[in-house]
């Protein structure tokens, strides 16, 4: 018997950054359903739709991004790729570098994603931004087809985020508060705004870079080579120095990775690629950004680096954003229809059960990670529990499972509360079924071949192929106060 046609979802990727604000419009296509529902749901070909112009972001003073004006922008786009809001399946709506910190920043996107789709998420984190531009860049698949393990250095205005990819798969991300923006000028070369970053990475000797003096372009090119020694020791360390500890947005690495393969992405990224960089106008874009990628170009350490040209550069995030946010569940799902789609949920890790070899130890356990929750997350509302691994797959450890499962969420005081069990085991059919009869089959949802961590976020959409998986983008929320 033949698979059904296959689906297609109309993805859009919203990346509003310290520089520049770009959307990406996309057709994910999905594997055809198998008439048994044995096979895995994935995207089997994603194609690019609509691309916006690359536009400054709009800010309000320094304080506030424009709301109003990145609105428009994005509404304007969507009706430009031949869509309405309500057409919009899937993506992700992202603040990157300086303009994930301010003010207004996680309100703002998280107004983006309701306005732009049913399904759209809202999303930061320097380590995310690192691998949906390696996505993006095309090095995370080239990686996979090659197996070799490159590092793709996305330099943006505010940061740089470096991701490596090792087998097609992300194995490390490094990132920095390093960008082109950190310093921006006026038309007369006088310093207009100058970032927290700086004072970081600006030697001891030195005196702070004041609002409306000047310097030399001594002092500018000294300062830009500084910025250049970071992303260099980021790209080649661990071990790290302690300015690139200073600036590091993330925890870095301990353990030293070889590299076969080095990518340029983001703003800076593009510069970086232009053998003539050093003879442009430093002030070409009003900040840092020529000065600090000539400073990566014409470094000594950068002719020993294995360099390739990326097929995306600048608009690397964004393509991520648009074609890579979504994962799908394996099939053998138990949905509860009347908790999709849900936003935001965090993910508690319920570790260890494959060794709790009783009902009242697999309570214990669960009881300990929601007790945890409650006390060190302030978590009252939905959330997802993931389970690594609940041991053999037979019909009897399920069992015992699901009742020690059961038992601690009866135990809990919000015990009306839905349950979502995430694992990374194909059981979610069978668990989902006993966890039902046991709590409310209203109440339960059991999603399987997931593997998330604990402090991460997911967005579960309306299921797919025939209500036989849901779709799922596992993110990060970090926005600074």
Known sequence: MPGADPETLSSIGID????????????LVLSAPTYNGAATVDV???????????????????QEIDTDAVGERIDADVRKAGLTPDEIDTGAVIATGEAARKANAEALITRLAERTGE????????????????????????????????????????????AVFEDGKPLQTRCLDVGGRLVRFDDDGLVRAVAEPIRRCRPPDRS?????????DADWNALARRLADRVFDAIEGPPFDETT????????????VDIDEVVF?????????????????????????VRLAAAIRTHERFDALPVRQSAEDIRATVIGAGTRTTTFTGRTIAPAAALLPARNLPVLALEGLEAADSVDAVRARTAAVLRTARNRRDITGLFA????????????????????IAAACDARLDGSQPLVLLTEQNCAKVLGQLLESMIDAESVMVLDELAVTEDEYVDLGTPVAENAAVPVTIKTLVFDE
């Open 16 to 27: 509003i950054g310290t520089t520049t604000t770009q959307v990406i419009v996309s057709d």
């Open 44 to 62: 089997v070909e994603r194609r690019v739709r609509y691309r916006s112009p690359i536009r400054q972001t709009p800010f309000a003073g320094d």
């Open 119 to 162: 399904f759209v998420v809202a999303t930061a984190g320097a380590s995310l931004e690192a691998v949906l531009a390696g996505y993006g860049s095309g090095a995370g698949d080239r990686s996979g087809t090659d197996g070799s393990t490159i590092a793709t250095v996305d330099i943006g205005g505010g940061t740089t985020n470096i």
């Open 208 to 216: 702070a870079i004041d609002i409306g003096s000047t310097r030399s």
């Open 245 to 256: 500890r200073a600036l590091a947005v993330t925890d870095l690495p301990e353990t030293a």
């Open 265 to 289: 992405t983001g703003g800076v990224g593009r510069l970086v690629s232009d053998p003539a960089v050093d003879t442009r106008d430093p002030l070409e874009y009003g900040d840092l950004g």
């Open 385 to 404: 529990l993931h389970v690594s691994s609940v041991g053999p797959l037979a019909y009897d450890r399920l069992r015992l499972v699901a009742r020690g």
